[in-house]
């Protein structure tokens, strides 16, 4: 892992990290559709990997707005990374909200 501390003072900050070198570990794509999502409405979307009660991955995506003028269906791909090697098993959950409610900002 690399990690540095920065702090931004406006316009462009570039961050150079160095290398890196992976290591092992094991990838869980999780492919889901998102139904009849609303257009011109931001969406929350998590996804949590646990083993037993102990959430062990999650992400958090927030979807933009998508154009249009009728509800559409949306696919997409969301990968957890583990520690380790070997068979684990674990339970998957996936939530979708609305972040808001459909308010225009004209910025």
Do not use: K
């Amino acid at each position: 892992m690399l990690e540095r501390q920065l702090e931004l003072e406006g316009g462009l900050t570039v961050c150079r990290l160095g290398a890196l070198r992976p290591e092992g570990g094991q990838a869980l794509e999780c492919i889901l559709r998102l139904e009849g999502v609303a257009p011109g409405r931001r969406l929350a979307v998590s996804v949590e990997a646990l083993e037993g009660d102990e959430v062990v991955g999650s992400r958090v995506l927030t979807l933009p707005p998508r154009g249009g003028t009728s509800p559409e269906d949306v696919p997409l791909a969301v990968r957890l990374y583990f520690e380790g090697d070997g068979p684990r098993p674990l339970t998957v959950r996936a939530d979708a909200h609305y972040v808001d409610q459909g308010g225009r900002c004209l910025l």
